[in-house]
Antibody, heavy 127, light 113 residues
Framework: QVQLVQSGAEVKKPGASVKVSCKAS????????ISWVRQAPGQGLEWLGW????????YYSQKFPGRVTMTTDTSTTTVYMELGSLTSDDTAMYYC????????????????????WGQGTLVTVSS | DIVLSQSPDSLSVSLGERATINCKSS????????????LAWYQQKPGQPPRLLIY???TRESGVPDRFSGSESGTDFTLTISSLQAEDVAVYYC?????????FGQGTKVEIK
């Protein structure tokens, strides 16, 4: 069965960076892309960006200019999301989520809703 | 950015009754080349990640009970729960994947009356 297992909670100081991992299993890693979505406490959902499991192509939301980086390690089928220059506004639960459409669709799987989600990683930014 | 406005913000419905959630998009989510609306619905229960219910505005995800259905009329989208069950208490979100950045509605909280 498809599983996305994320790394544990993090506490960071303002100005620092955080790197969250998402280990995928139960499917062919290179056939799908992964997005990252965050949710501030008691708030709604916000998309950060997407990375292809096939060729590492990325697309980042322009709301995070130069602050977010997504990478993959195909040998361990793990996706990483690093967010830098943290402020208290970045305190949130961060989720990885698999795109429903495979990379072999017309849009290389980018234009997809999210069918499987990780359990979430709480990132707290506090001085 | 595309803005999705959900209504109502919260909804209280008796068990077995119908629940209807609306999502209005600030622009069309329809792609003529494939005749699809790029709109999804999710259910989120406390302490859990969201769960995909509906995609392409009206296609039910595998394993989702058939009491959940989606429909569209232009830029207005609707999620209907035909007969509310206790396990349907949750927050529901719509999401567009037509134009980046992907965006979500603000959520609708569904409770039992």
């Amino acid at each position: 069965q498809v599983q996305l297992v994320q790394s544990g909670a993090e506490v960071k100081k303002p100005g620092a960076s955080v790197k969250v991992s998402c280990k995928a299993s139960g499917y062919i890693f290179s056939n799908y892309g992964i997005s990252w979505v965050r949710q501030a406490p008691g708030q709604g959902l916000e998309w950060l960006g997407w990375i292809s499991g096939y060729n590492d192509n990325t697309y980042y939301s322009q709301k995070f200019p130069g602050r977010v980086t997504m990478t993959t390690d195909t040998s361990t089928t793990t996706v990483y999301m690093e967010l830098g220059s943290l402020t208290s506004d970045d305190t949130a639960m961060y989720y990885c989520a698999r795109g429903l459409n495979s990379v072999y669709t017309d849009s290389s799987g980018f234009y997809s809703p999210f069918d499987f989600w990780g359990q979430g990683t709480l990132v707290t930014v506090s001085s | 950015d595309i803005v999705l406005s959900q209504s109502p913000d919260s909804l209280s419905v008796s068990l077995g009754e119908r629940a209807t959630i609306n999502c209005k998009s600030s622009q069309s989510l329809f792609y003529r080349s494939n005749n699809k609306n790029y709109l999804a619905w999710y259910q989120q229960k406390p302490g859990q990640p969201p769960r995909l219910l509906i995609y392409w505005a009206s296609t039910r995800e595998s394993g989702v009970p058939d009491r959940f259905s989606g429909s569209e009329s232009g830029t207005d989208f609707t999620l209907t729960i035909s007969s509310l069950q206790a396990e349907d208490v949750a927050v529901y979100y719509c999401q567009q994947y037509f134009s980046t950045p992907w965006t979500f509605g603000q959520g609708t909280k569904v409770e039992i009356k």
